[in-house]
């Protein structure tokens, strides 16, 4: 019911990434800005049953913005897993009269917050936060901008080398069930293939149009591929099977791996964030509960946490051409 929140928690759970201090700052501040005591828990679900929280103001999180990971740590909680646990994260919430929670992760930590309500009837918000960009009911999660920057900054550099030695580089980013980072960072980095788990190029293809590529004068190369690509090698048996069946390129791998998570926010995950800790904020305060905070249609809007979890994201069949023309 509206007005009869005067406390809340906002935790960060689940793999990090950028932005999330920026959306627990802006939790932070929007609890101030309507009188609200805020407090930060310490490694997501693990600090909710250890009662491992302390109460922040807006002072708490200056200087927090432009900086990456997450000052509240983020965890992967077994316990919270358990009945038992969830109790006891209750119980604790009750000891120190919180009365609702901001969960700042992925659809694993958005499955645990509607558990958590489910059981306890106890008002939960999501913010996502995984730079993978694999949640239904936002175009943009936090951290996928700035990892798509960072991805981007990586396939220039190592076009650098690739050109100065003809050399053909395949990329592995992150991605393991949805390849939205591969596709837009491999447009933007000008990659030759991208391969991504919604689509089966298949390895004679990609060969094809590799030596179709050099014939057209390409004297280096980039292939992205997503971890989770659907032609099922790993990156180090693309490269070999690409050695065996094709000749004049020196093939190297280069896998990008965590420090995709890492830097500083871009503009766009810190503006991002601050109008979802906002709108996260007053949502609670105005009665609702078990939603996720996105962003549709360049709103602030809320899909049920349900839906969030069940819904899948779609891969832009636009980009899909906008790539295969671009490598012509
Ligand atoms: P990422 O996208 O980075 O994987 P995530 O939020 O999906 O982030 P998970 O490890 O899947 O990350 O989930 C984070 C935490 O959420 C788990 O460690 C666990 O504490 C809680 N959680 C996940 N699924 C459940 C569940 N079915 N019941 C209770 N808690 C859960």
Redesign the pocket.
């Known amino acids: 019911m509206p007005g009869t929140i005067k406390k809340l928690a906002v935790l960060t ?3 990090d ?1 950028p932005g999330m201090n920026a959306a627990i700052r802006s939790v932070v501040r929007s609890c101030a800005y309507h009188g609200v005591e805020c407090f930060g828990v310490y490694r ?3 600090g909710l049953i250890e009662g491992d929280f302390e109460r922040l103001d807006a002072r708490s999180v200056k200087g927090i913005i432009n900086k990456g990971g997450t000052m509240l740590k983020s ?7 358990t009945k038992e646990g ?1 109790q006891q994260a209750y119980q604790n919430l009750l000891d120190a009269k919180i009365d609702g929670l901001v969960v700042i ?8 917050a509607l ?1 958590f309500n489910q059981e306890f009837g106890f008002p939960v918000m999501g913010i996502p936060g ?1 730079i ?1 960009n ?1 949640i239904f009911g936002t175009t943009h999660t936090l951290g996928f901008d700035t990892a798509l920057n960072t991805v981007v900054d990586a396939i220039d550099k190592i076009r650098d080398t690739a050109s100065s030695h003809n050399r053909l580089f395949f990329v592995e980013v992150m991605g393991r069930d949805v390849g939205h980072i591969a596709l837009n960072a491999g447009i933007a980095g000008g990659a030759e293939e991208i391969l991504i788990p919604e689509e089966d190029l298949g390895l004679d293809r990609l060969v094809e149009s590799l030596n179709k590529s050099r014939k057209s004068g390409k004297s280096s190369s980039i292939v992205i591929v997503a971890e989770g690509d659907k032609i099922g090698k790993n990156i180090f048996q693309l490269k070999d099977y690409v050695d065996e069946n094709m000749e004049g390129y020196d093939v190297r791998v280069s896998v990008l791996g965590h420090m995709q998570r890492g830097g500083s926010p871009s503009c766009f995950d810190r503006v991002l964030a601050s109008r979802m800790g906002v709108k996260a904020v007053e949502s609670l305060l105005n009665g609702e509960t078990n939603y996720m905070v996105g962003l549709l249609n360049s709103k602030m809007e809320l899909t049920p946490l349900e839906q969030a979890i069940k819904g899948k994201t779609k891969i832009n069949l636009e980009l899909l051409r906008v790539s295969d023309i671009m490598s012509t």
Do not use: H, K, N, V
Not at 105 to 112: I, R, Y
């Open positions: 759970s689940g793999g990434s997501g679900y693990e965890a992967r909680s077994q316990g919270f897993r969830r992760g992925g659809d694993g930590s958005f499955t645990g558990i995984t993978d694999d």
